[in-house]
């Protein structure tokens, strides 16, 4: 990189950062990006197992900045209900796109389809991409930030910008604190067909270990995400498939029938983790490295895009009065407001987690009405849901 170095260098190229990149170079910052390996383009034969909900107000963005049509073109799935319920009991809680006034309530869209479709944008925005390169070494004054990199080159940028996930190397750099709570869960994933039609509904069963959730990939595919304590998770993947199949439908109380599995499993560790701030001096934190959140409610990727939505607001703000868009006031500012956000959401979702996965008697006799009471409050109902979609 020339001597001069750029307005923003940005860590990290998954979504999150491939997308903050991408949005502050269409806000008009000249934008450098730094990532360890090149992702394998996309290939409608190989599914990946890591998929997302997406909200309507992070496909918005993605339209902004000429990605969404490119993703719907490829493979997203729209969902137009949700069906929340209780293993304990009680009312479901229901979203419905009819009800809500939408043609959809969302997309379940595949992470590897994001990461490509972002990726052939960033040339043409004029993102410099610094690949593959990871950081070794960090420091900042008041007037800029500078990055060394493994390959010996040095950038220089007046701020910074970690997308480079929950294990941030910037972060650690930096000396930025994180605190992280175990809940003692993986999350178990695959892909599968059921007996009966999924209704382009995004299923969602709370059980004494955690939630189930049952995801509309395409009309006769779905994606499953089933929070497990750590030994049943570890049982389930050794199981037979008939044994896993029969599993999966008791566990989704055989609302879709019969469950047969059409894809490898694969499970992750969870844990909520929050960075003590999103903004040390001229480096900024989005996304995984900022905060990891249970995945019951699906918001962890949608809440990464928010940071970056909000951060190219602040961009094209400064732009219009004619101000420093790298003003300490105005990254304070965002920072503020996005911890804020995300750090409400976080502890929410483990709330929610830790109240619904357990069947100790008192906690169930006082949850078991929760969902129906929401369901049976249209305004209630509207507010969940425009919260969850961002809007």
Not at 358 to 383: H, Q
């Amino acid at each position: 990189m020339s001597a001069r170095g750029s307005d923003v260098v940005v860590v990290g190229a998954g979504v999150v950062g491939a997308a903050c990149a991408l949005a502050l170079a269409d806000a008009g910052l000249s934008v450098a990006l730094v990532e360890a390996r090149e992702p394998p383009p996309w290939q409608a034969a190989e599914r990946d197992l890591r998929v997302f909900a997406f909200a309507p107000d992070n496909a918005a963005l993605l339209d902004a900045l000429q990605v969404w049509p490119r993703v719907l073109a490829a493979r997203a799935h729209p969902y137009r209900r949700m069906h929340v319920w209780d293993a304990a009991g009680g009312a479901p809680l229901v979203f419905d796109a009819d009800a809500l006034g939408r043609r959809e309530l969302g997309w379940i869209v595949e992470n590897r389809l994001l990461i490509d479709r972002l990726w052939s944008r960033l040339p043409a925005a004029g993102v410099e991409i610094l690949c593959p390169a990871k950081v070794a070494g960090f420091d900042q004054d008041d007037t800029g930030v500078r990055l060394r990199l493994d390959d010996g080159r040095l950038v220089r940028a007046r701020l910074a910008v970690a997308a480079d996930g929950a294990a941030s190397a910037l972060r650690r750099l930096a000396d930025i604190e994180v605190d992280t709570h175990d809940y003692g869960q993986r999350g178990v994933v695959a892909y599968v067909r059921s007996e009966r039609p999924h209704d382009d509904t995004a299923w969602q069963r709370f059980l004494p270990g955690g939630p189930l959730a049952v995801l509309p990939c395409s009309e006769a595919l779905a994606s499953i995400v089933w929070s497990l304590p750590e030994a049943e998770a570890g049982r389930l993947l050794d199981e037979d498939e008939d044994a896993f199949n029969e599993a999966l439908a008791r566990a989704l109380d055989r609302r879709l029938g019969a469950m047969r599995l059409a894809s490898s499993r694969a499970a992750f560790p969870l844990r909520r983790q929050l960075a003590s701030t999103q903004q040390h001096g001229r480096l900024l934190l989005v996304g995984d490295a900022a905060h990891a959140v249970h995945p019951l409610a699906g918001q962890g990727v949608n809440l990464g895009l928010r940071d970056v939505a909000a951060l190219r607001a602040s961009v094209l703000d400064a732009a219009r009065r004619q101000s420093a868009f790298d003003h300490p006031v105005r990254l304070a500012h965002w920072a503020r407001t996005r911890r804020s956000d995300n750090t409400v959401s976080a502890l929410a979702f483990e709330q929610i987690n830790r109240i619904y996965s357990t069947d100790a008697p008192v906690p169930t006799l006082l949850r078991r009405p929760l969902l129906g009471i929401a369901g049976g409050l249209p305004p209630l109902t509207r507010a969940l849901w425009r919260h969850a979609a961002g809007l």
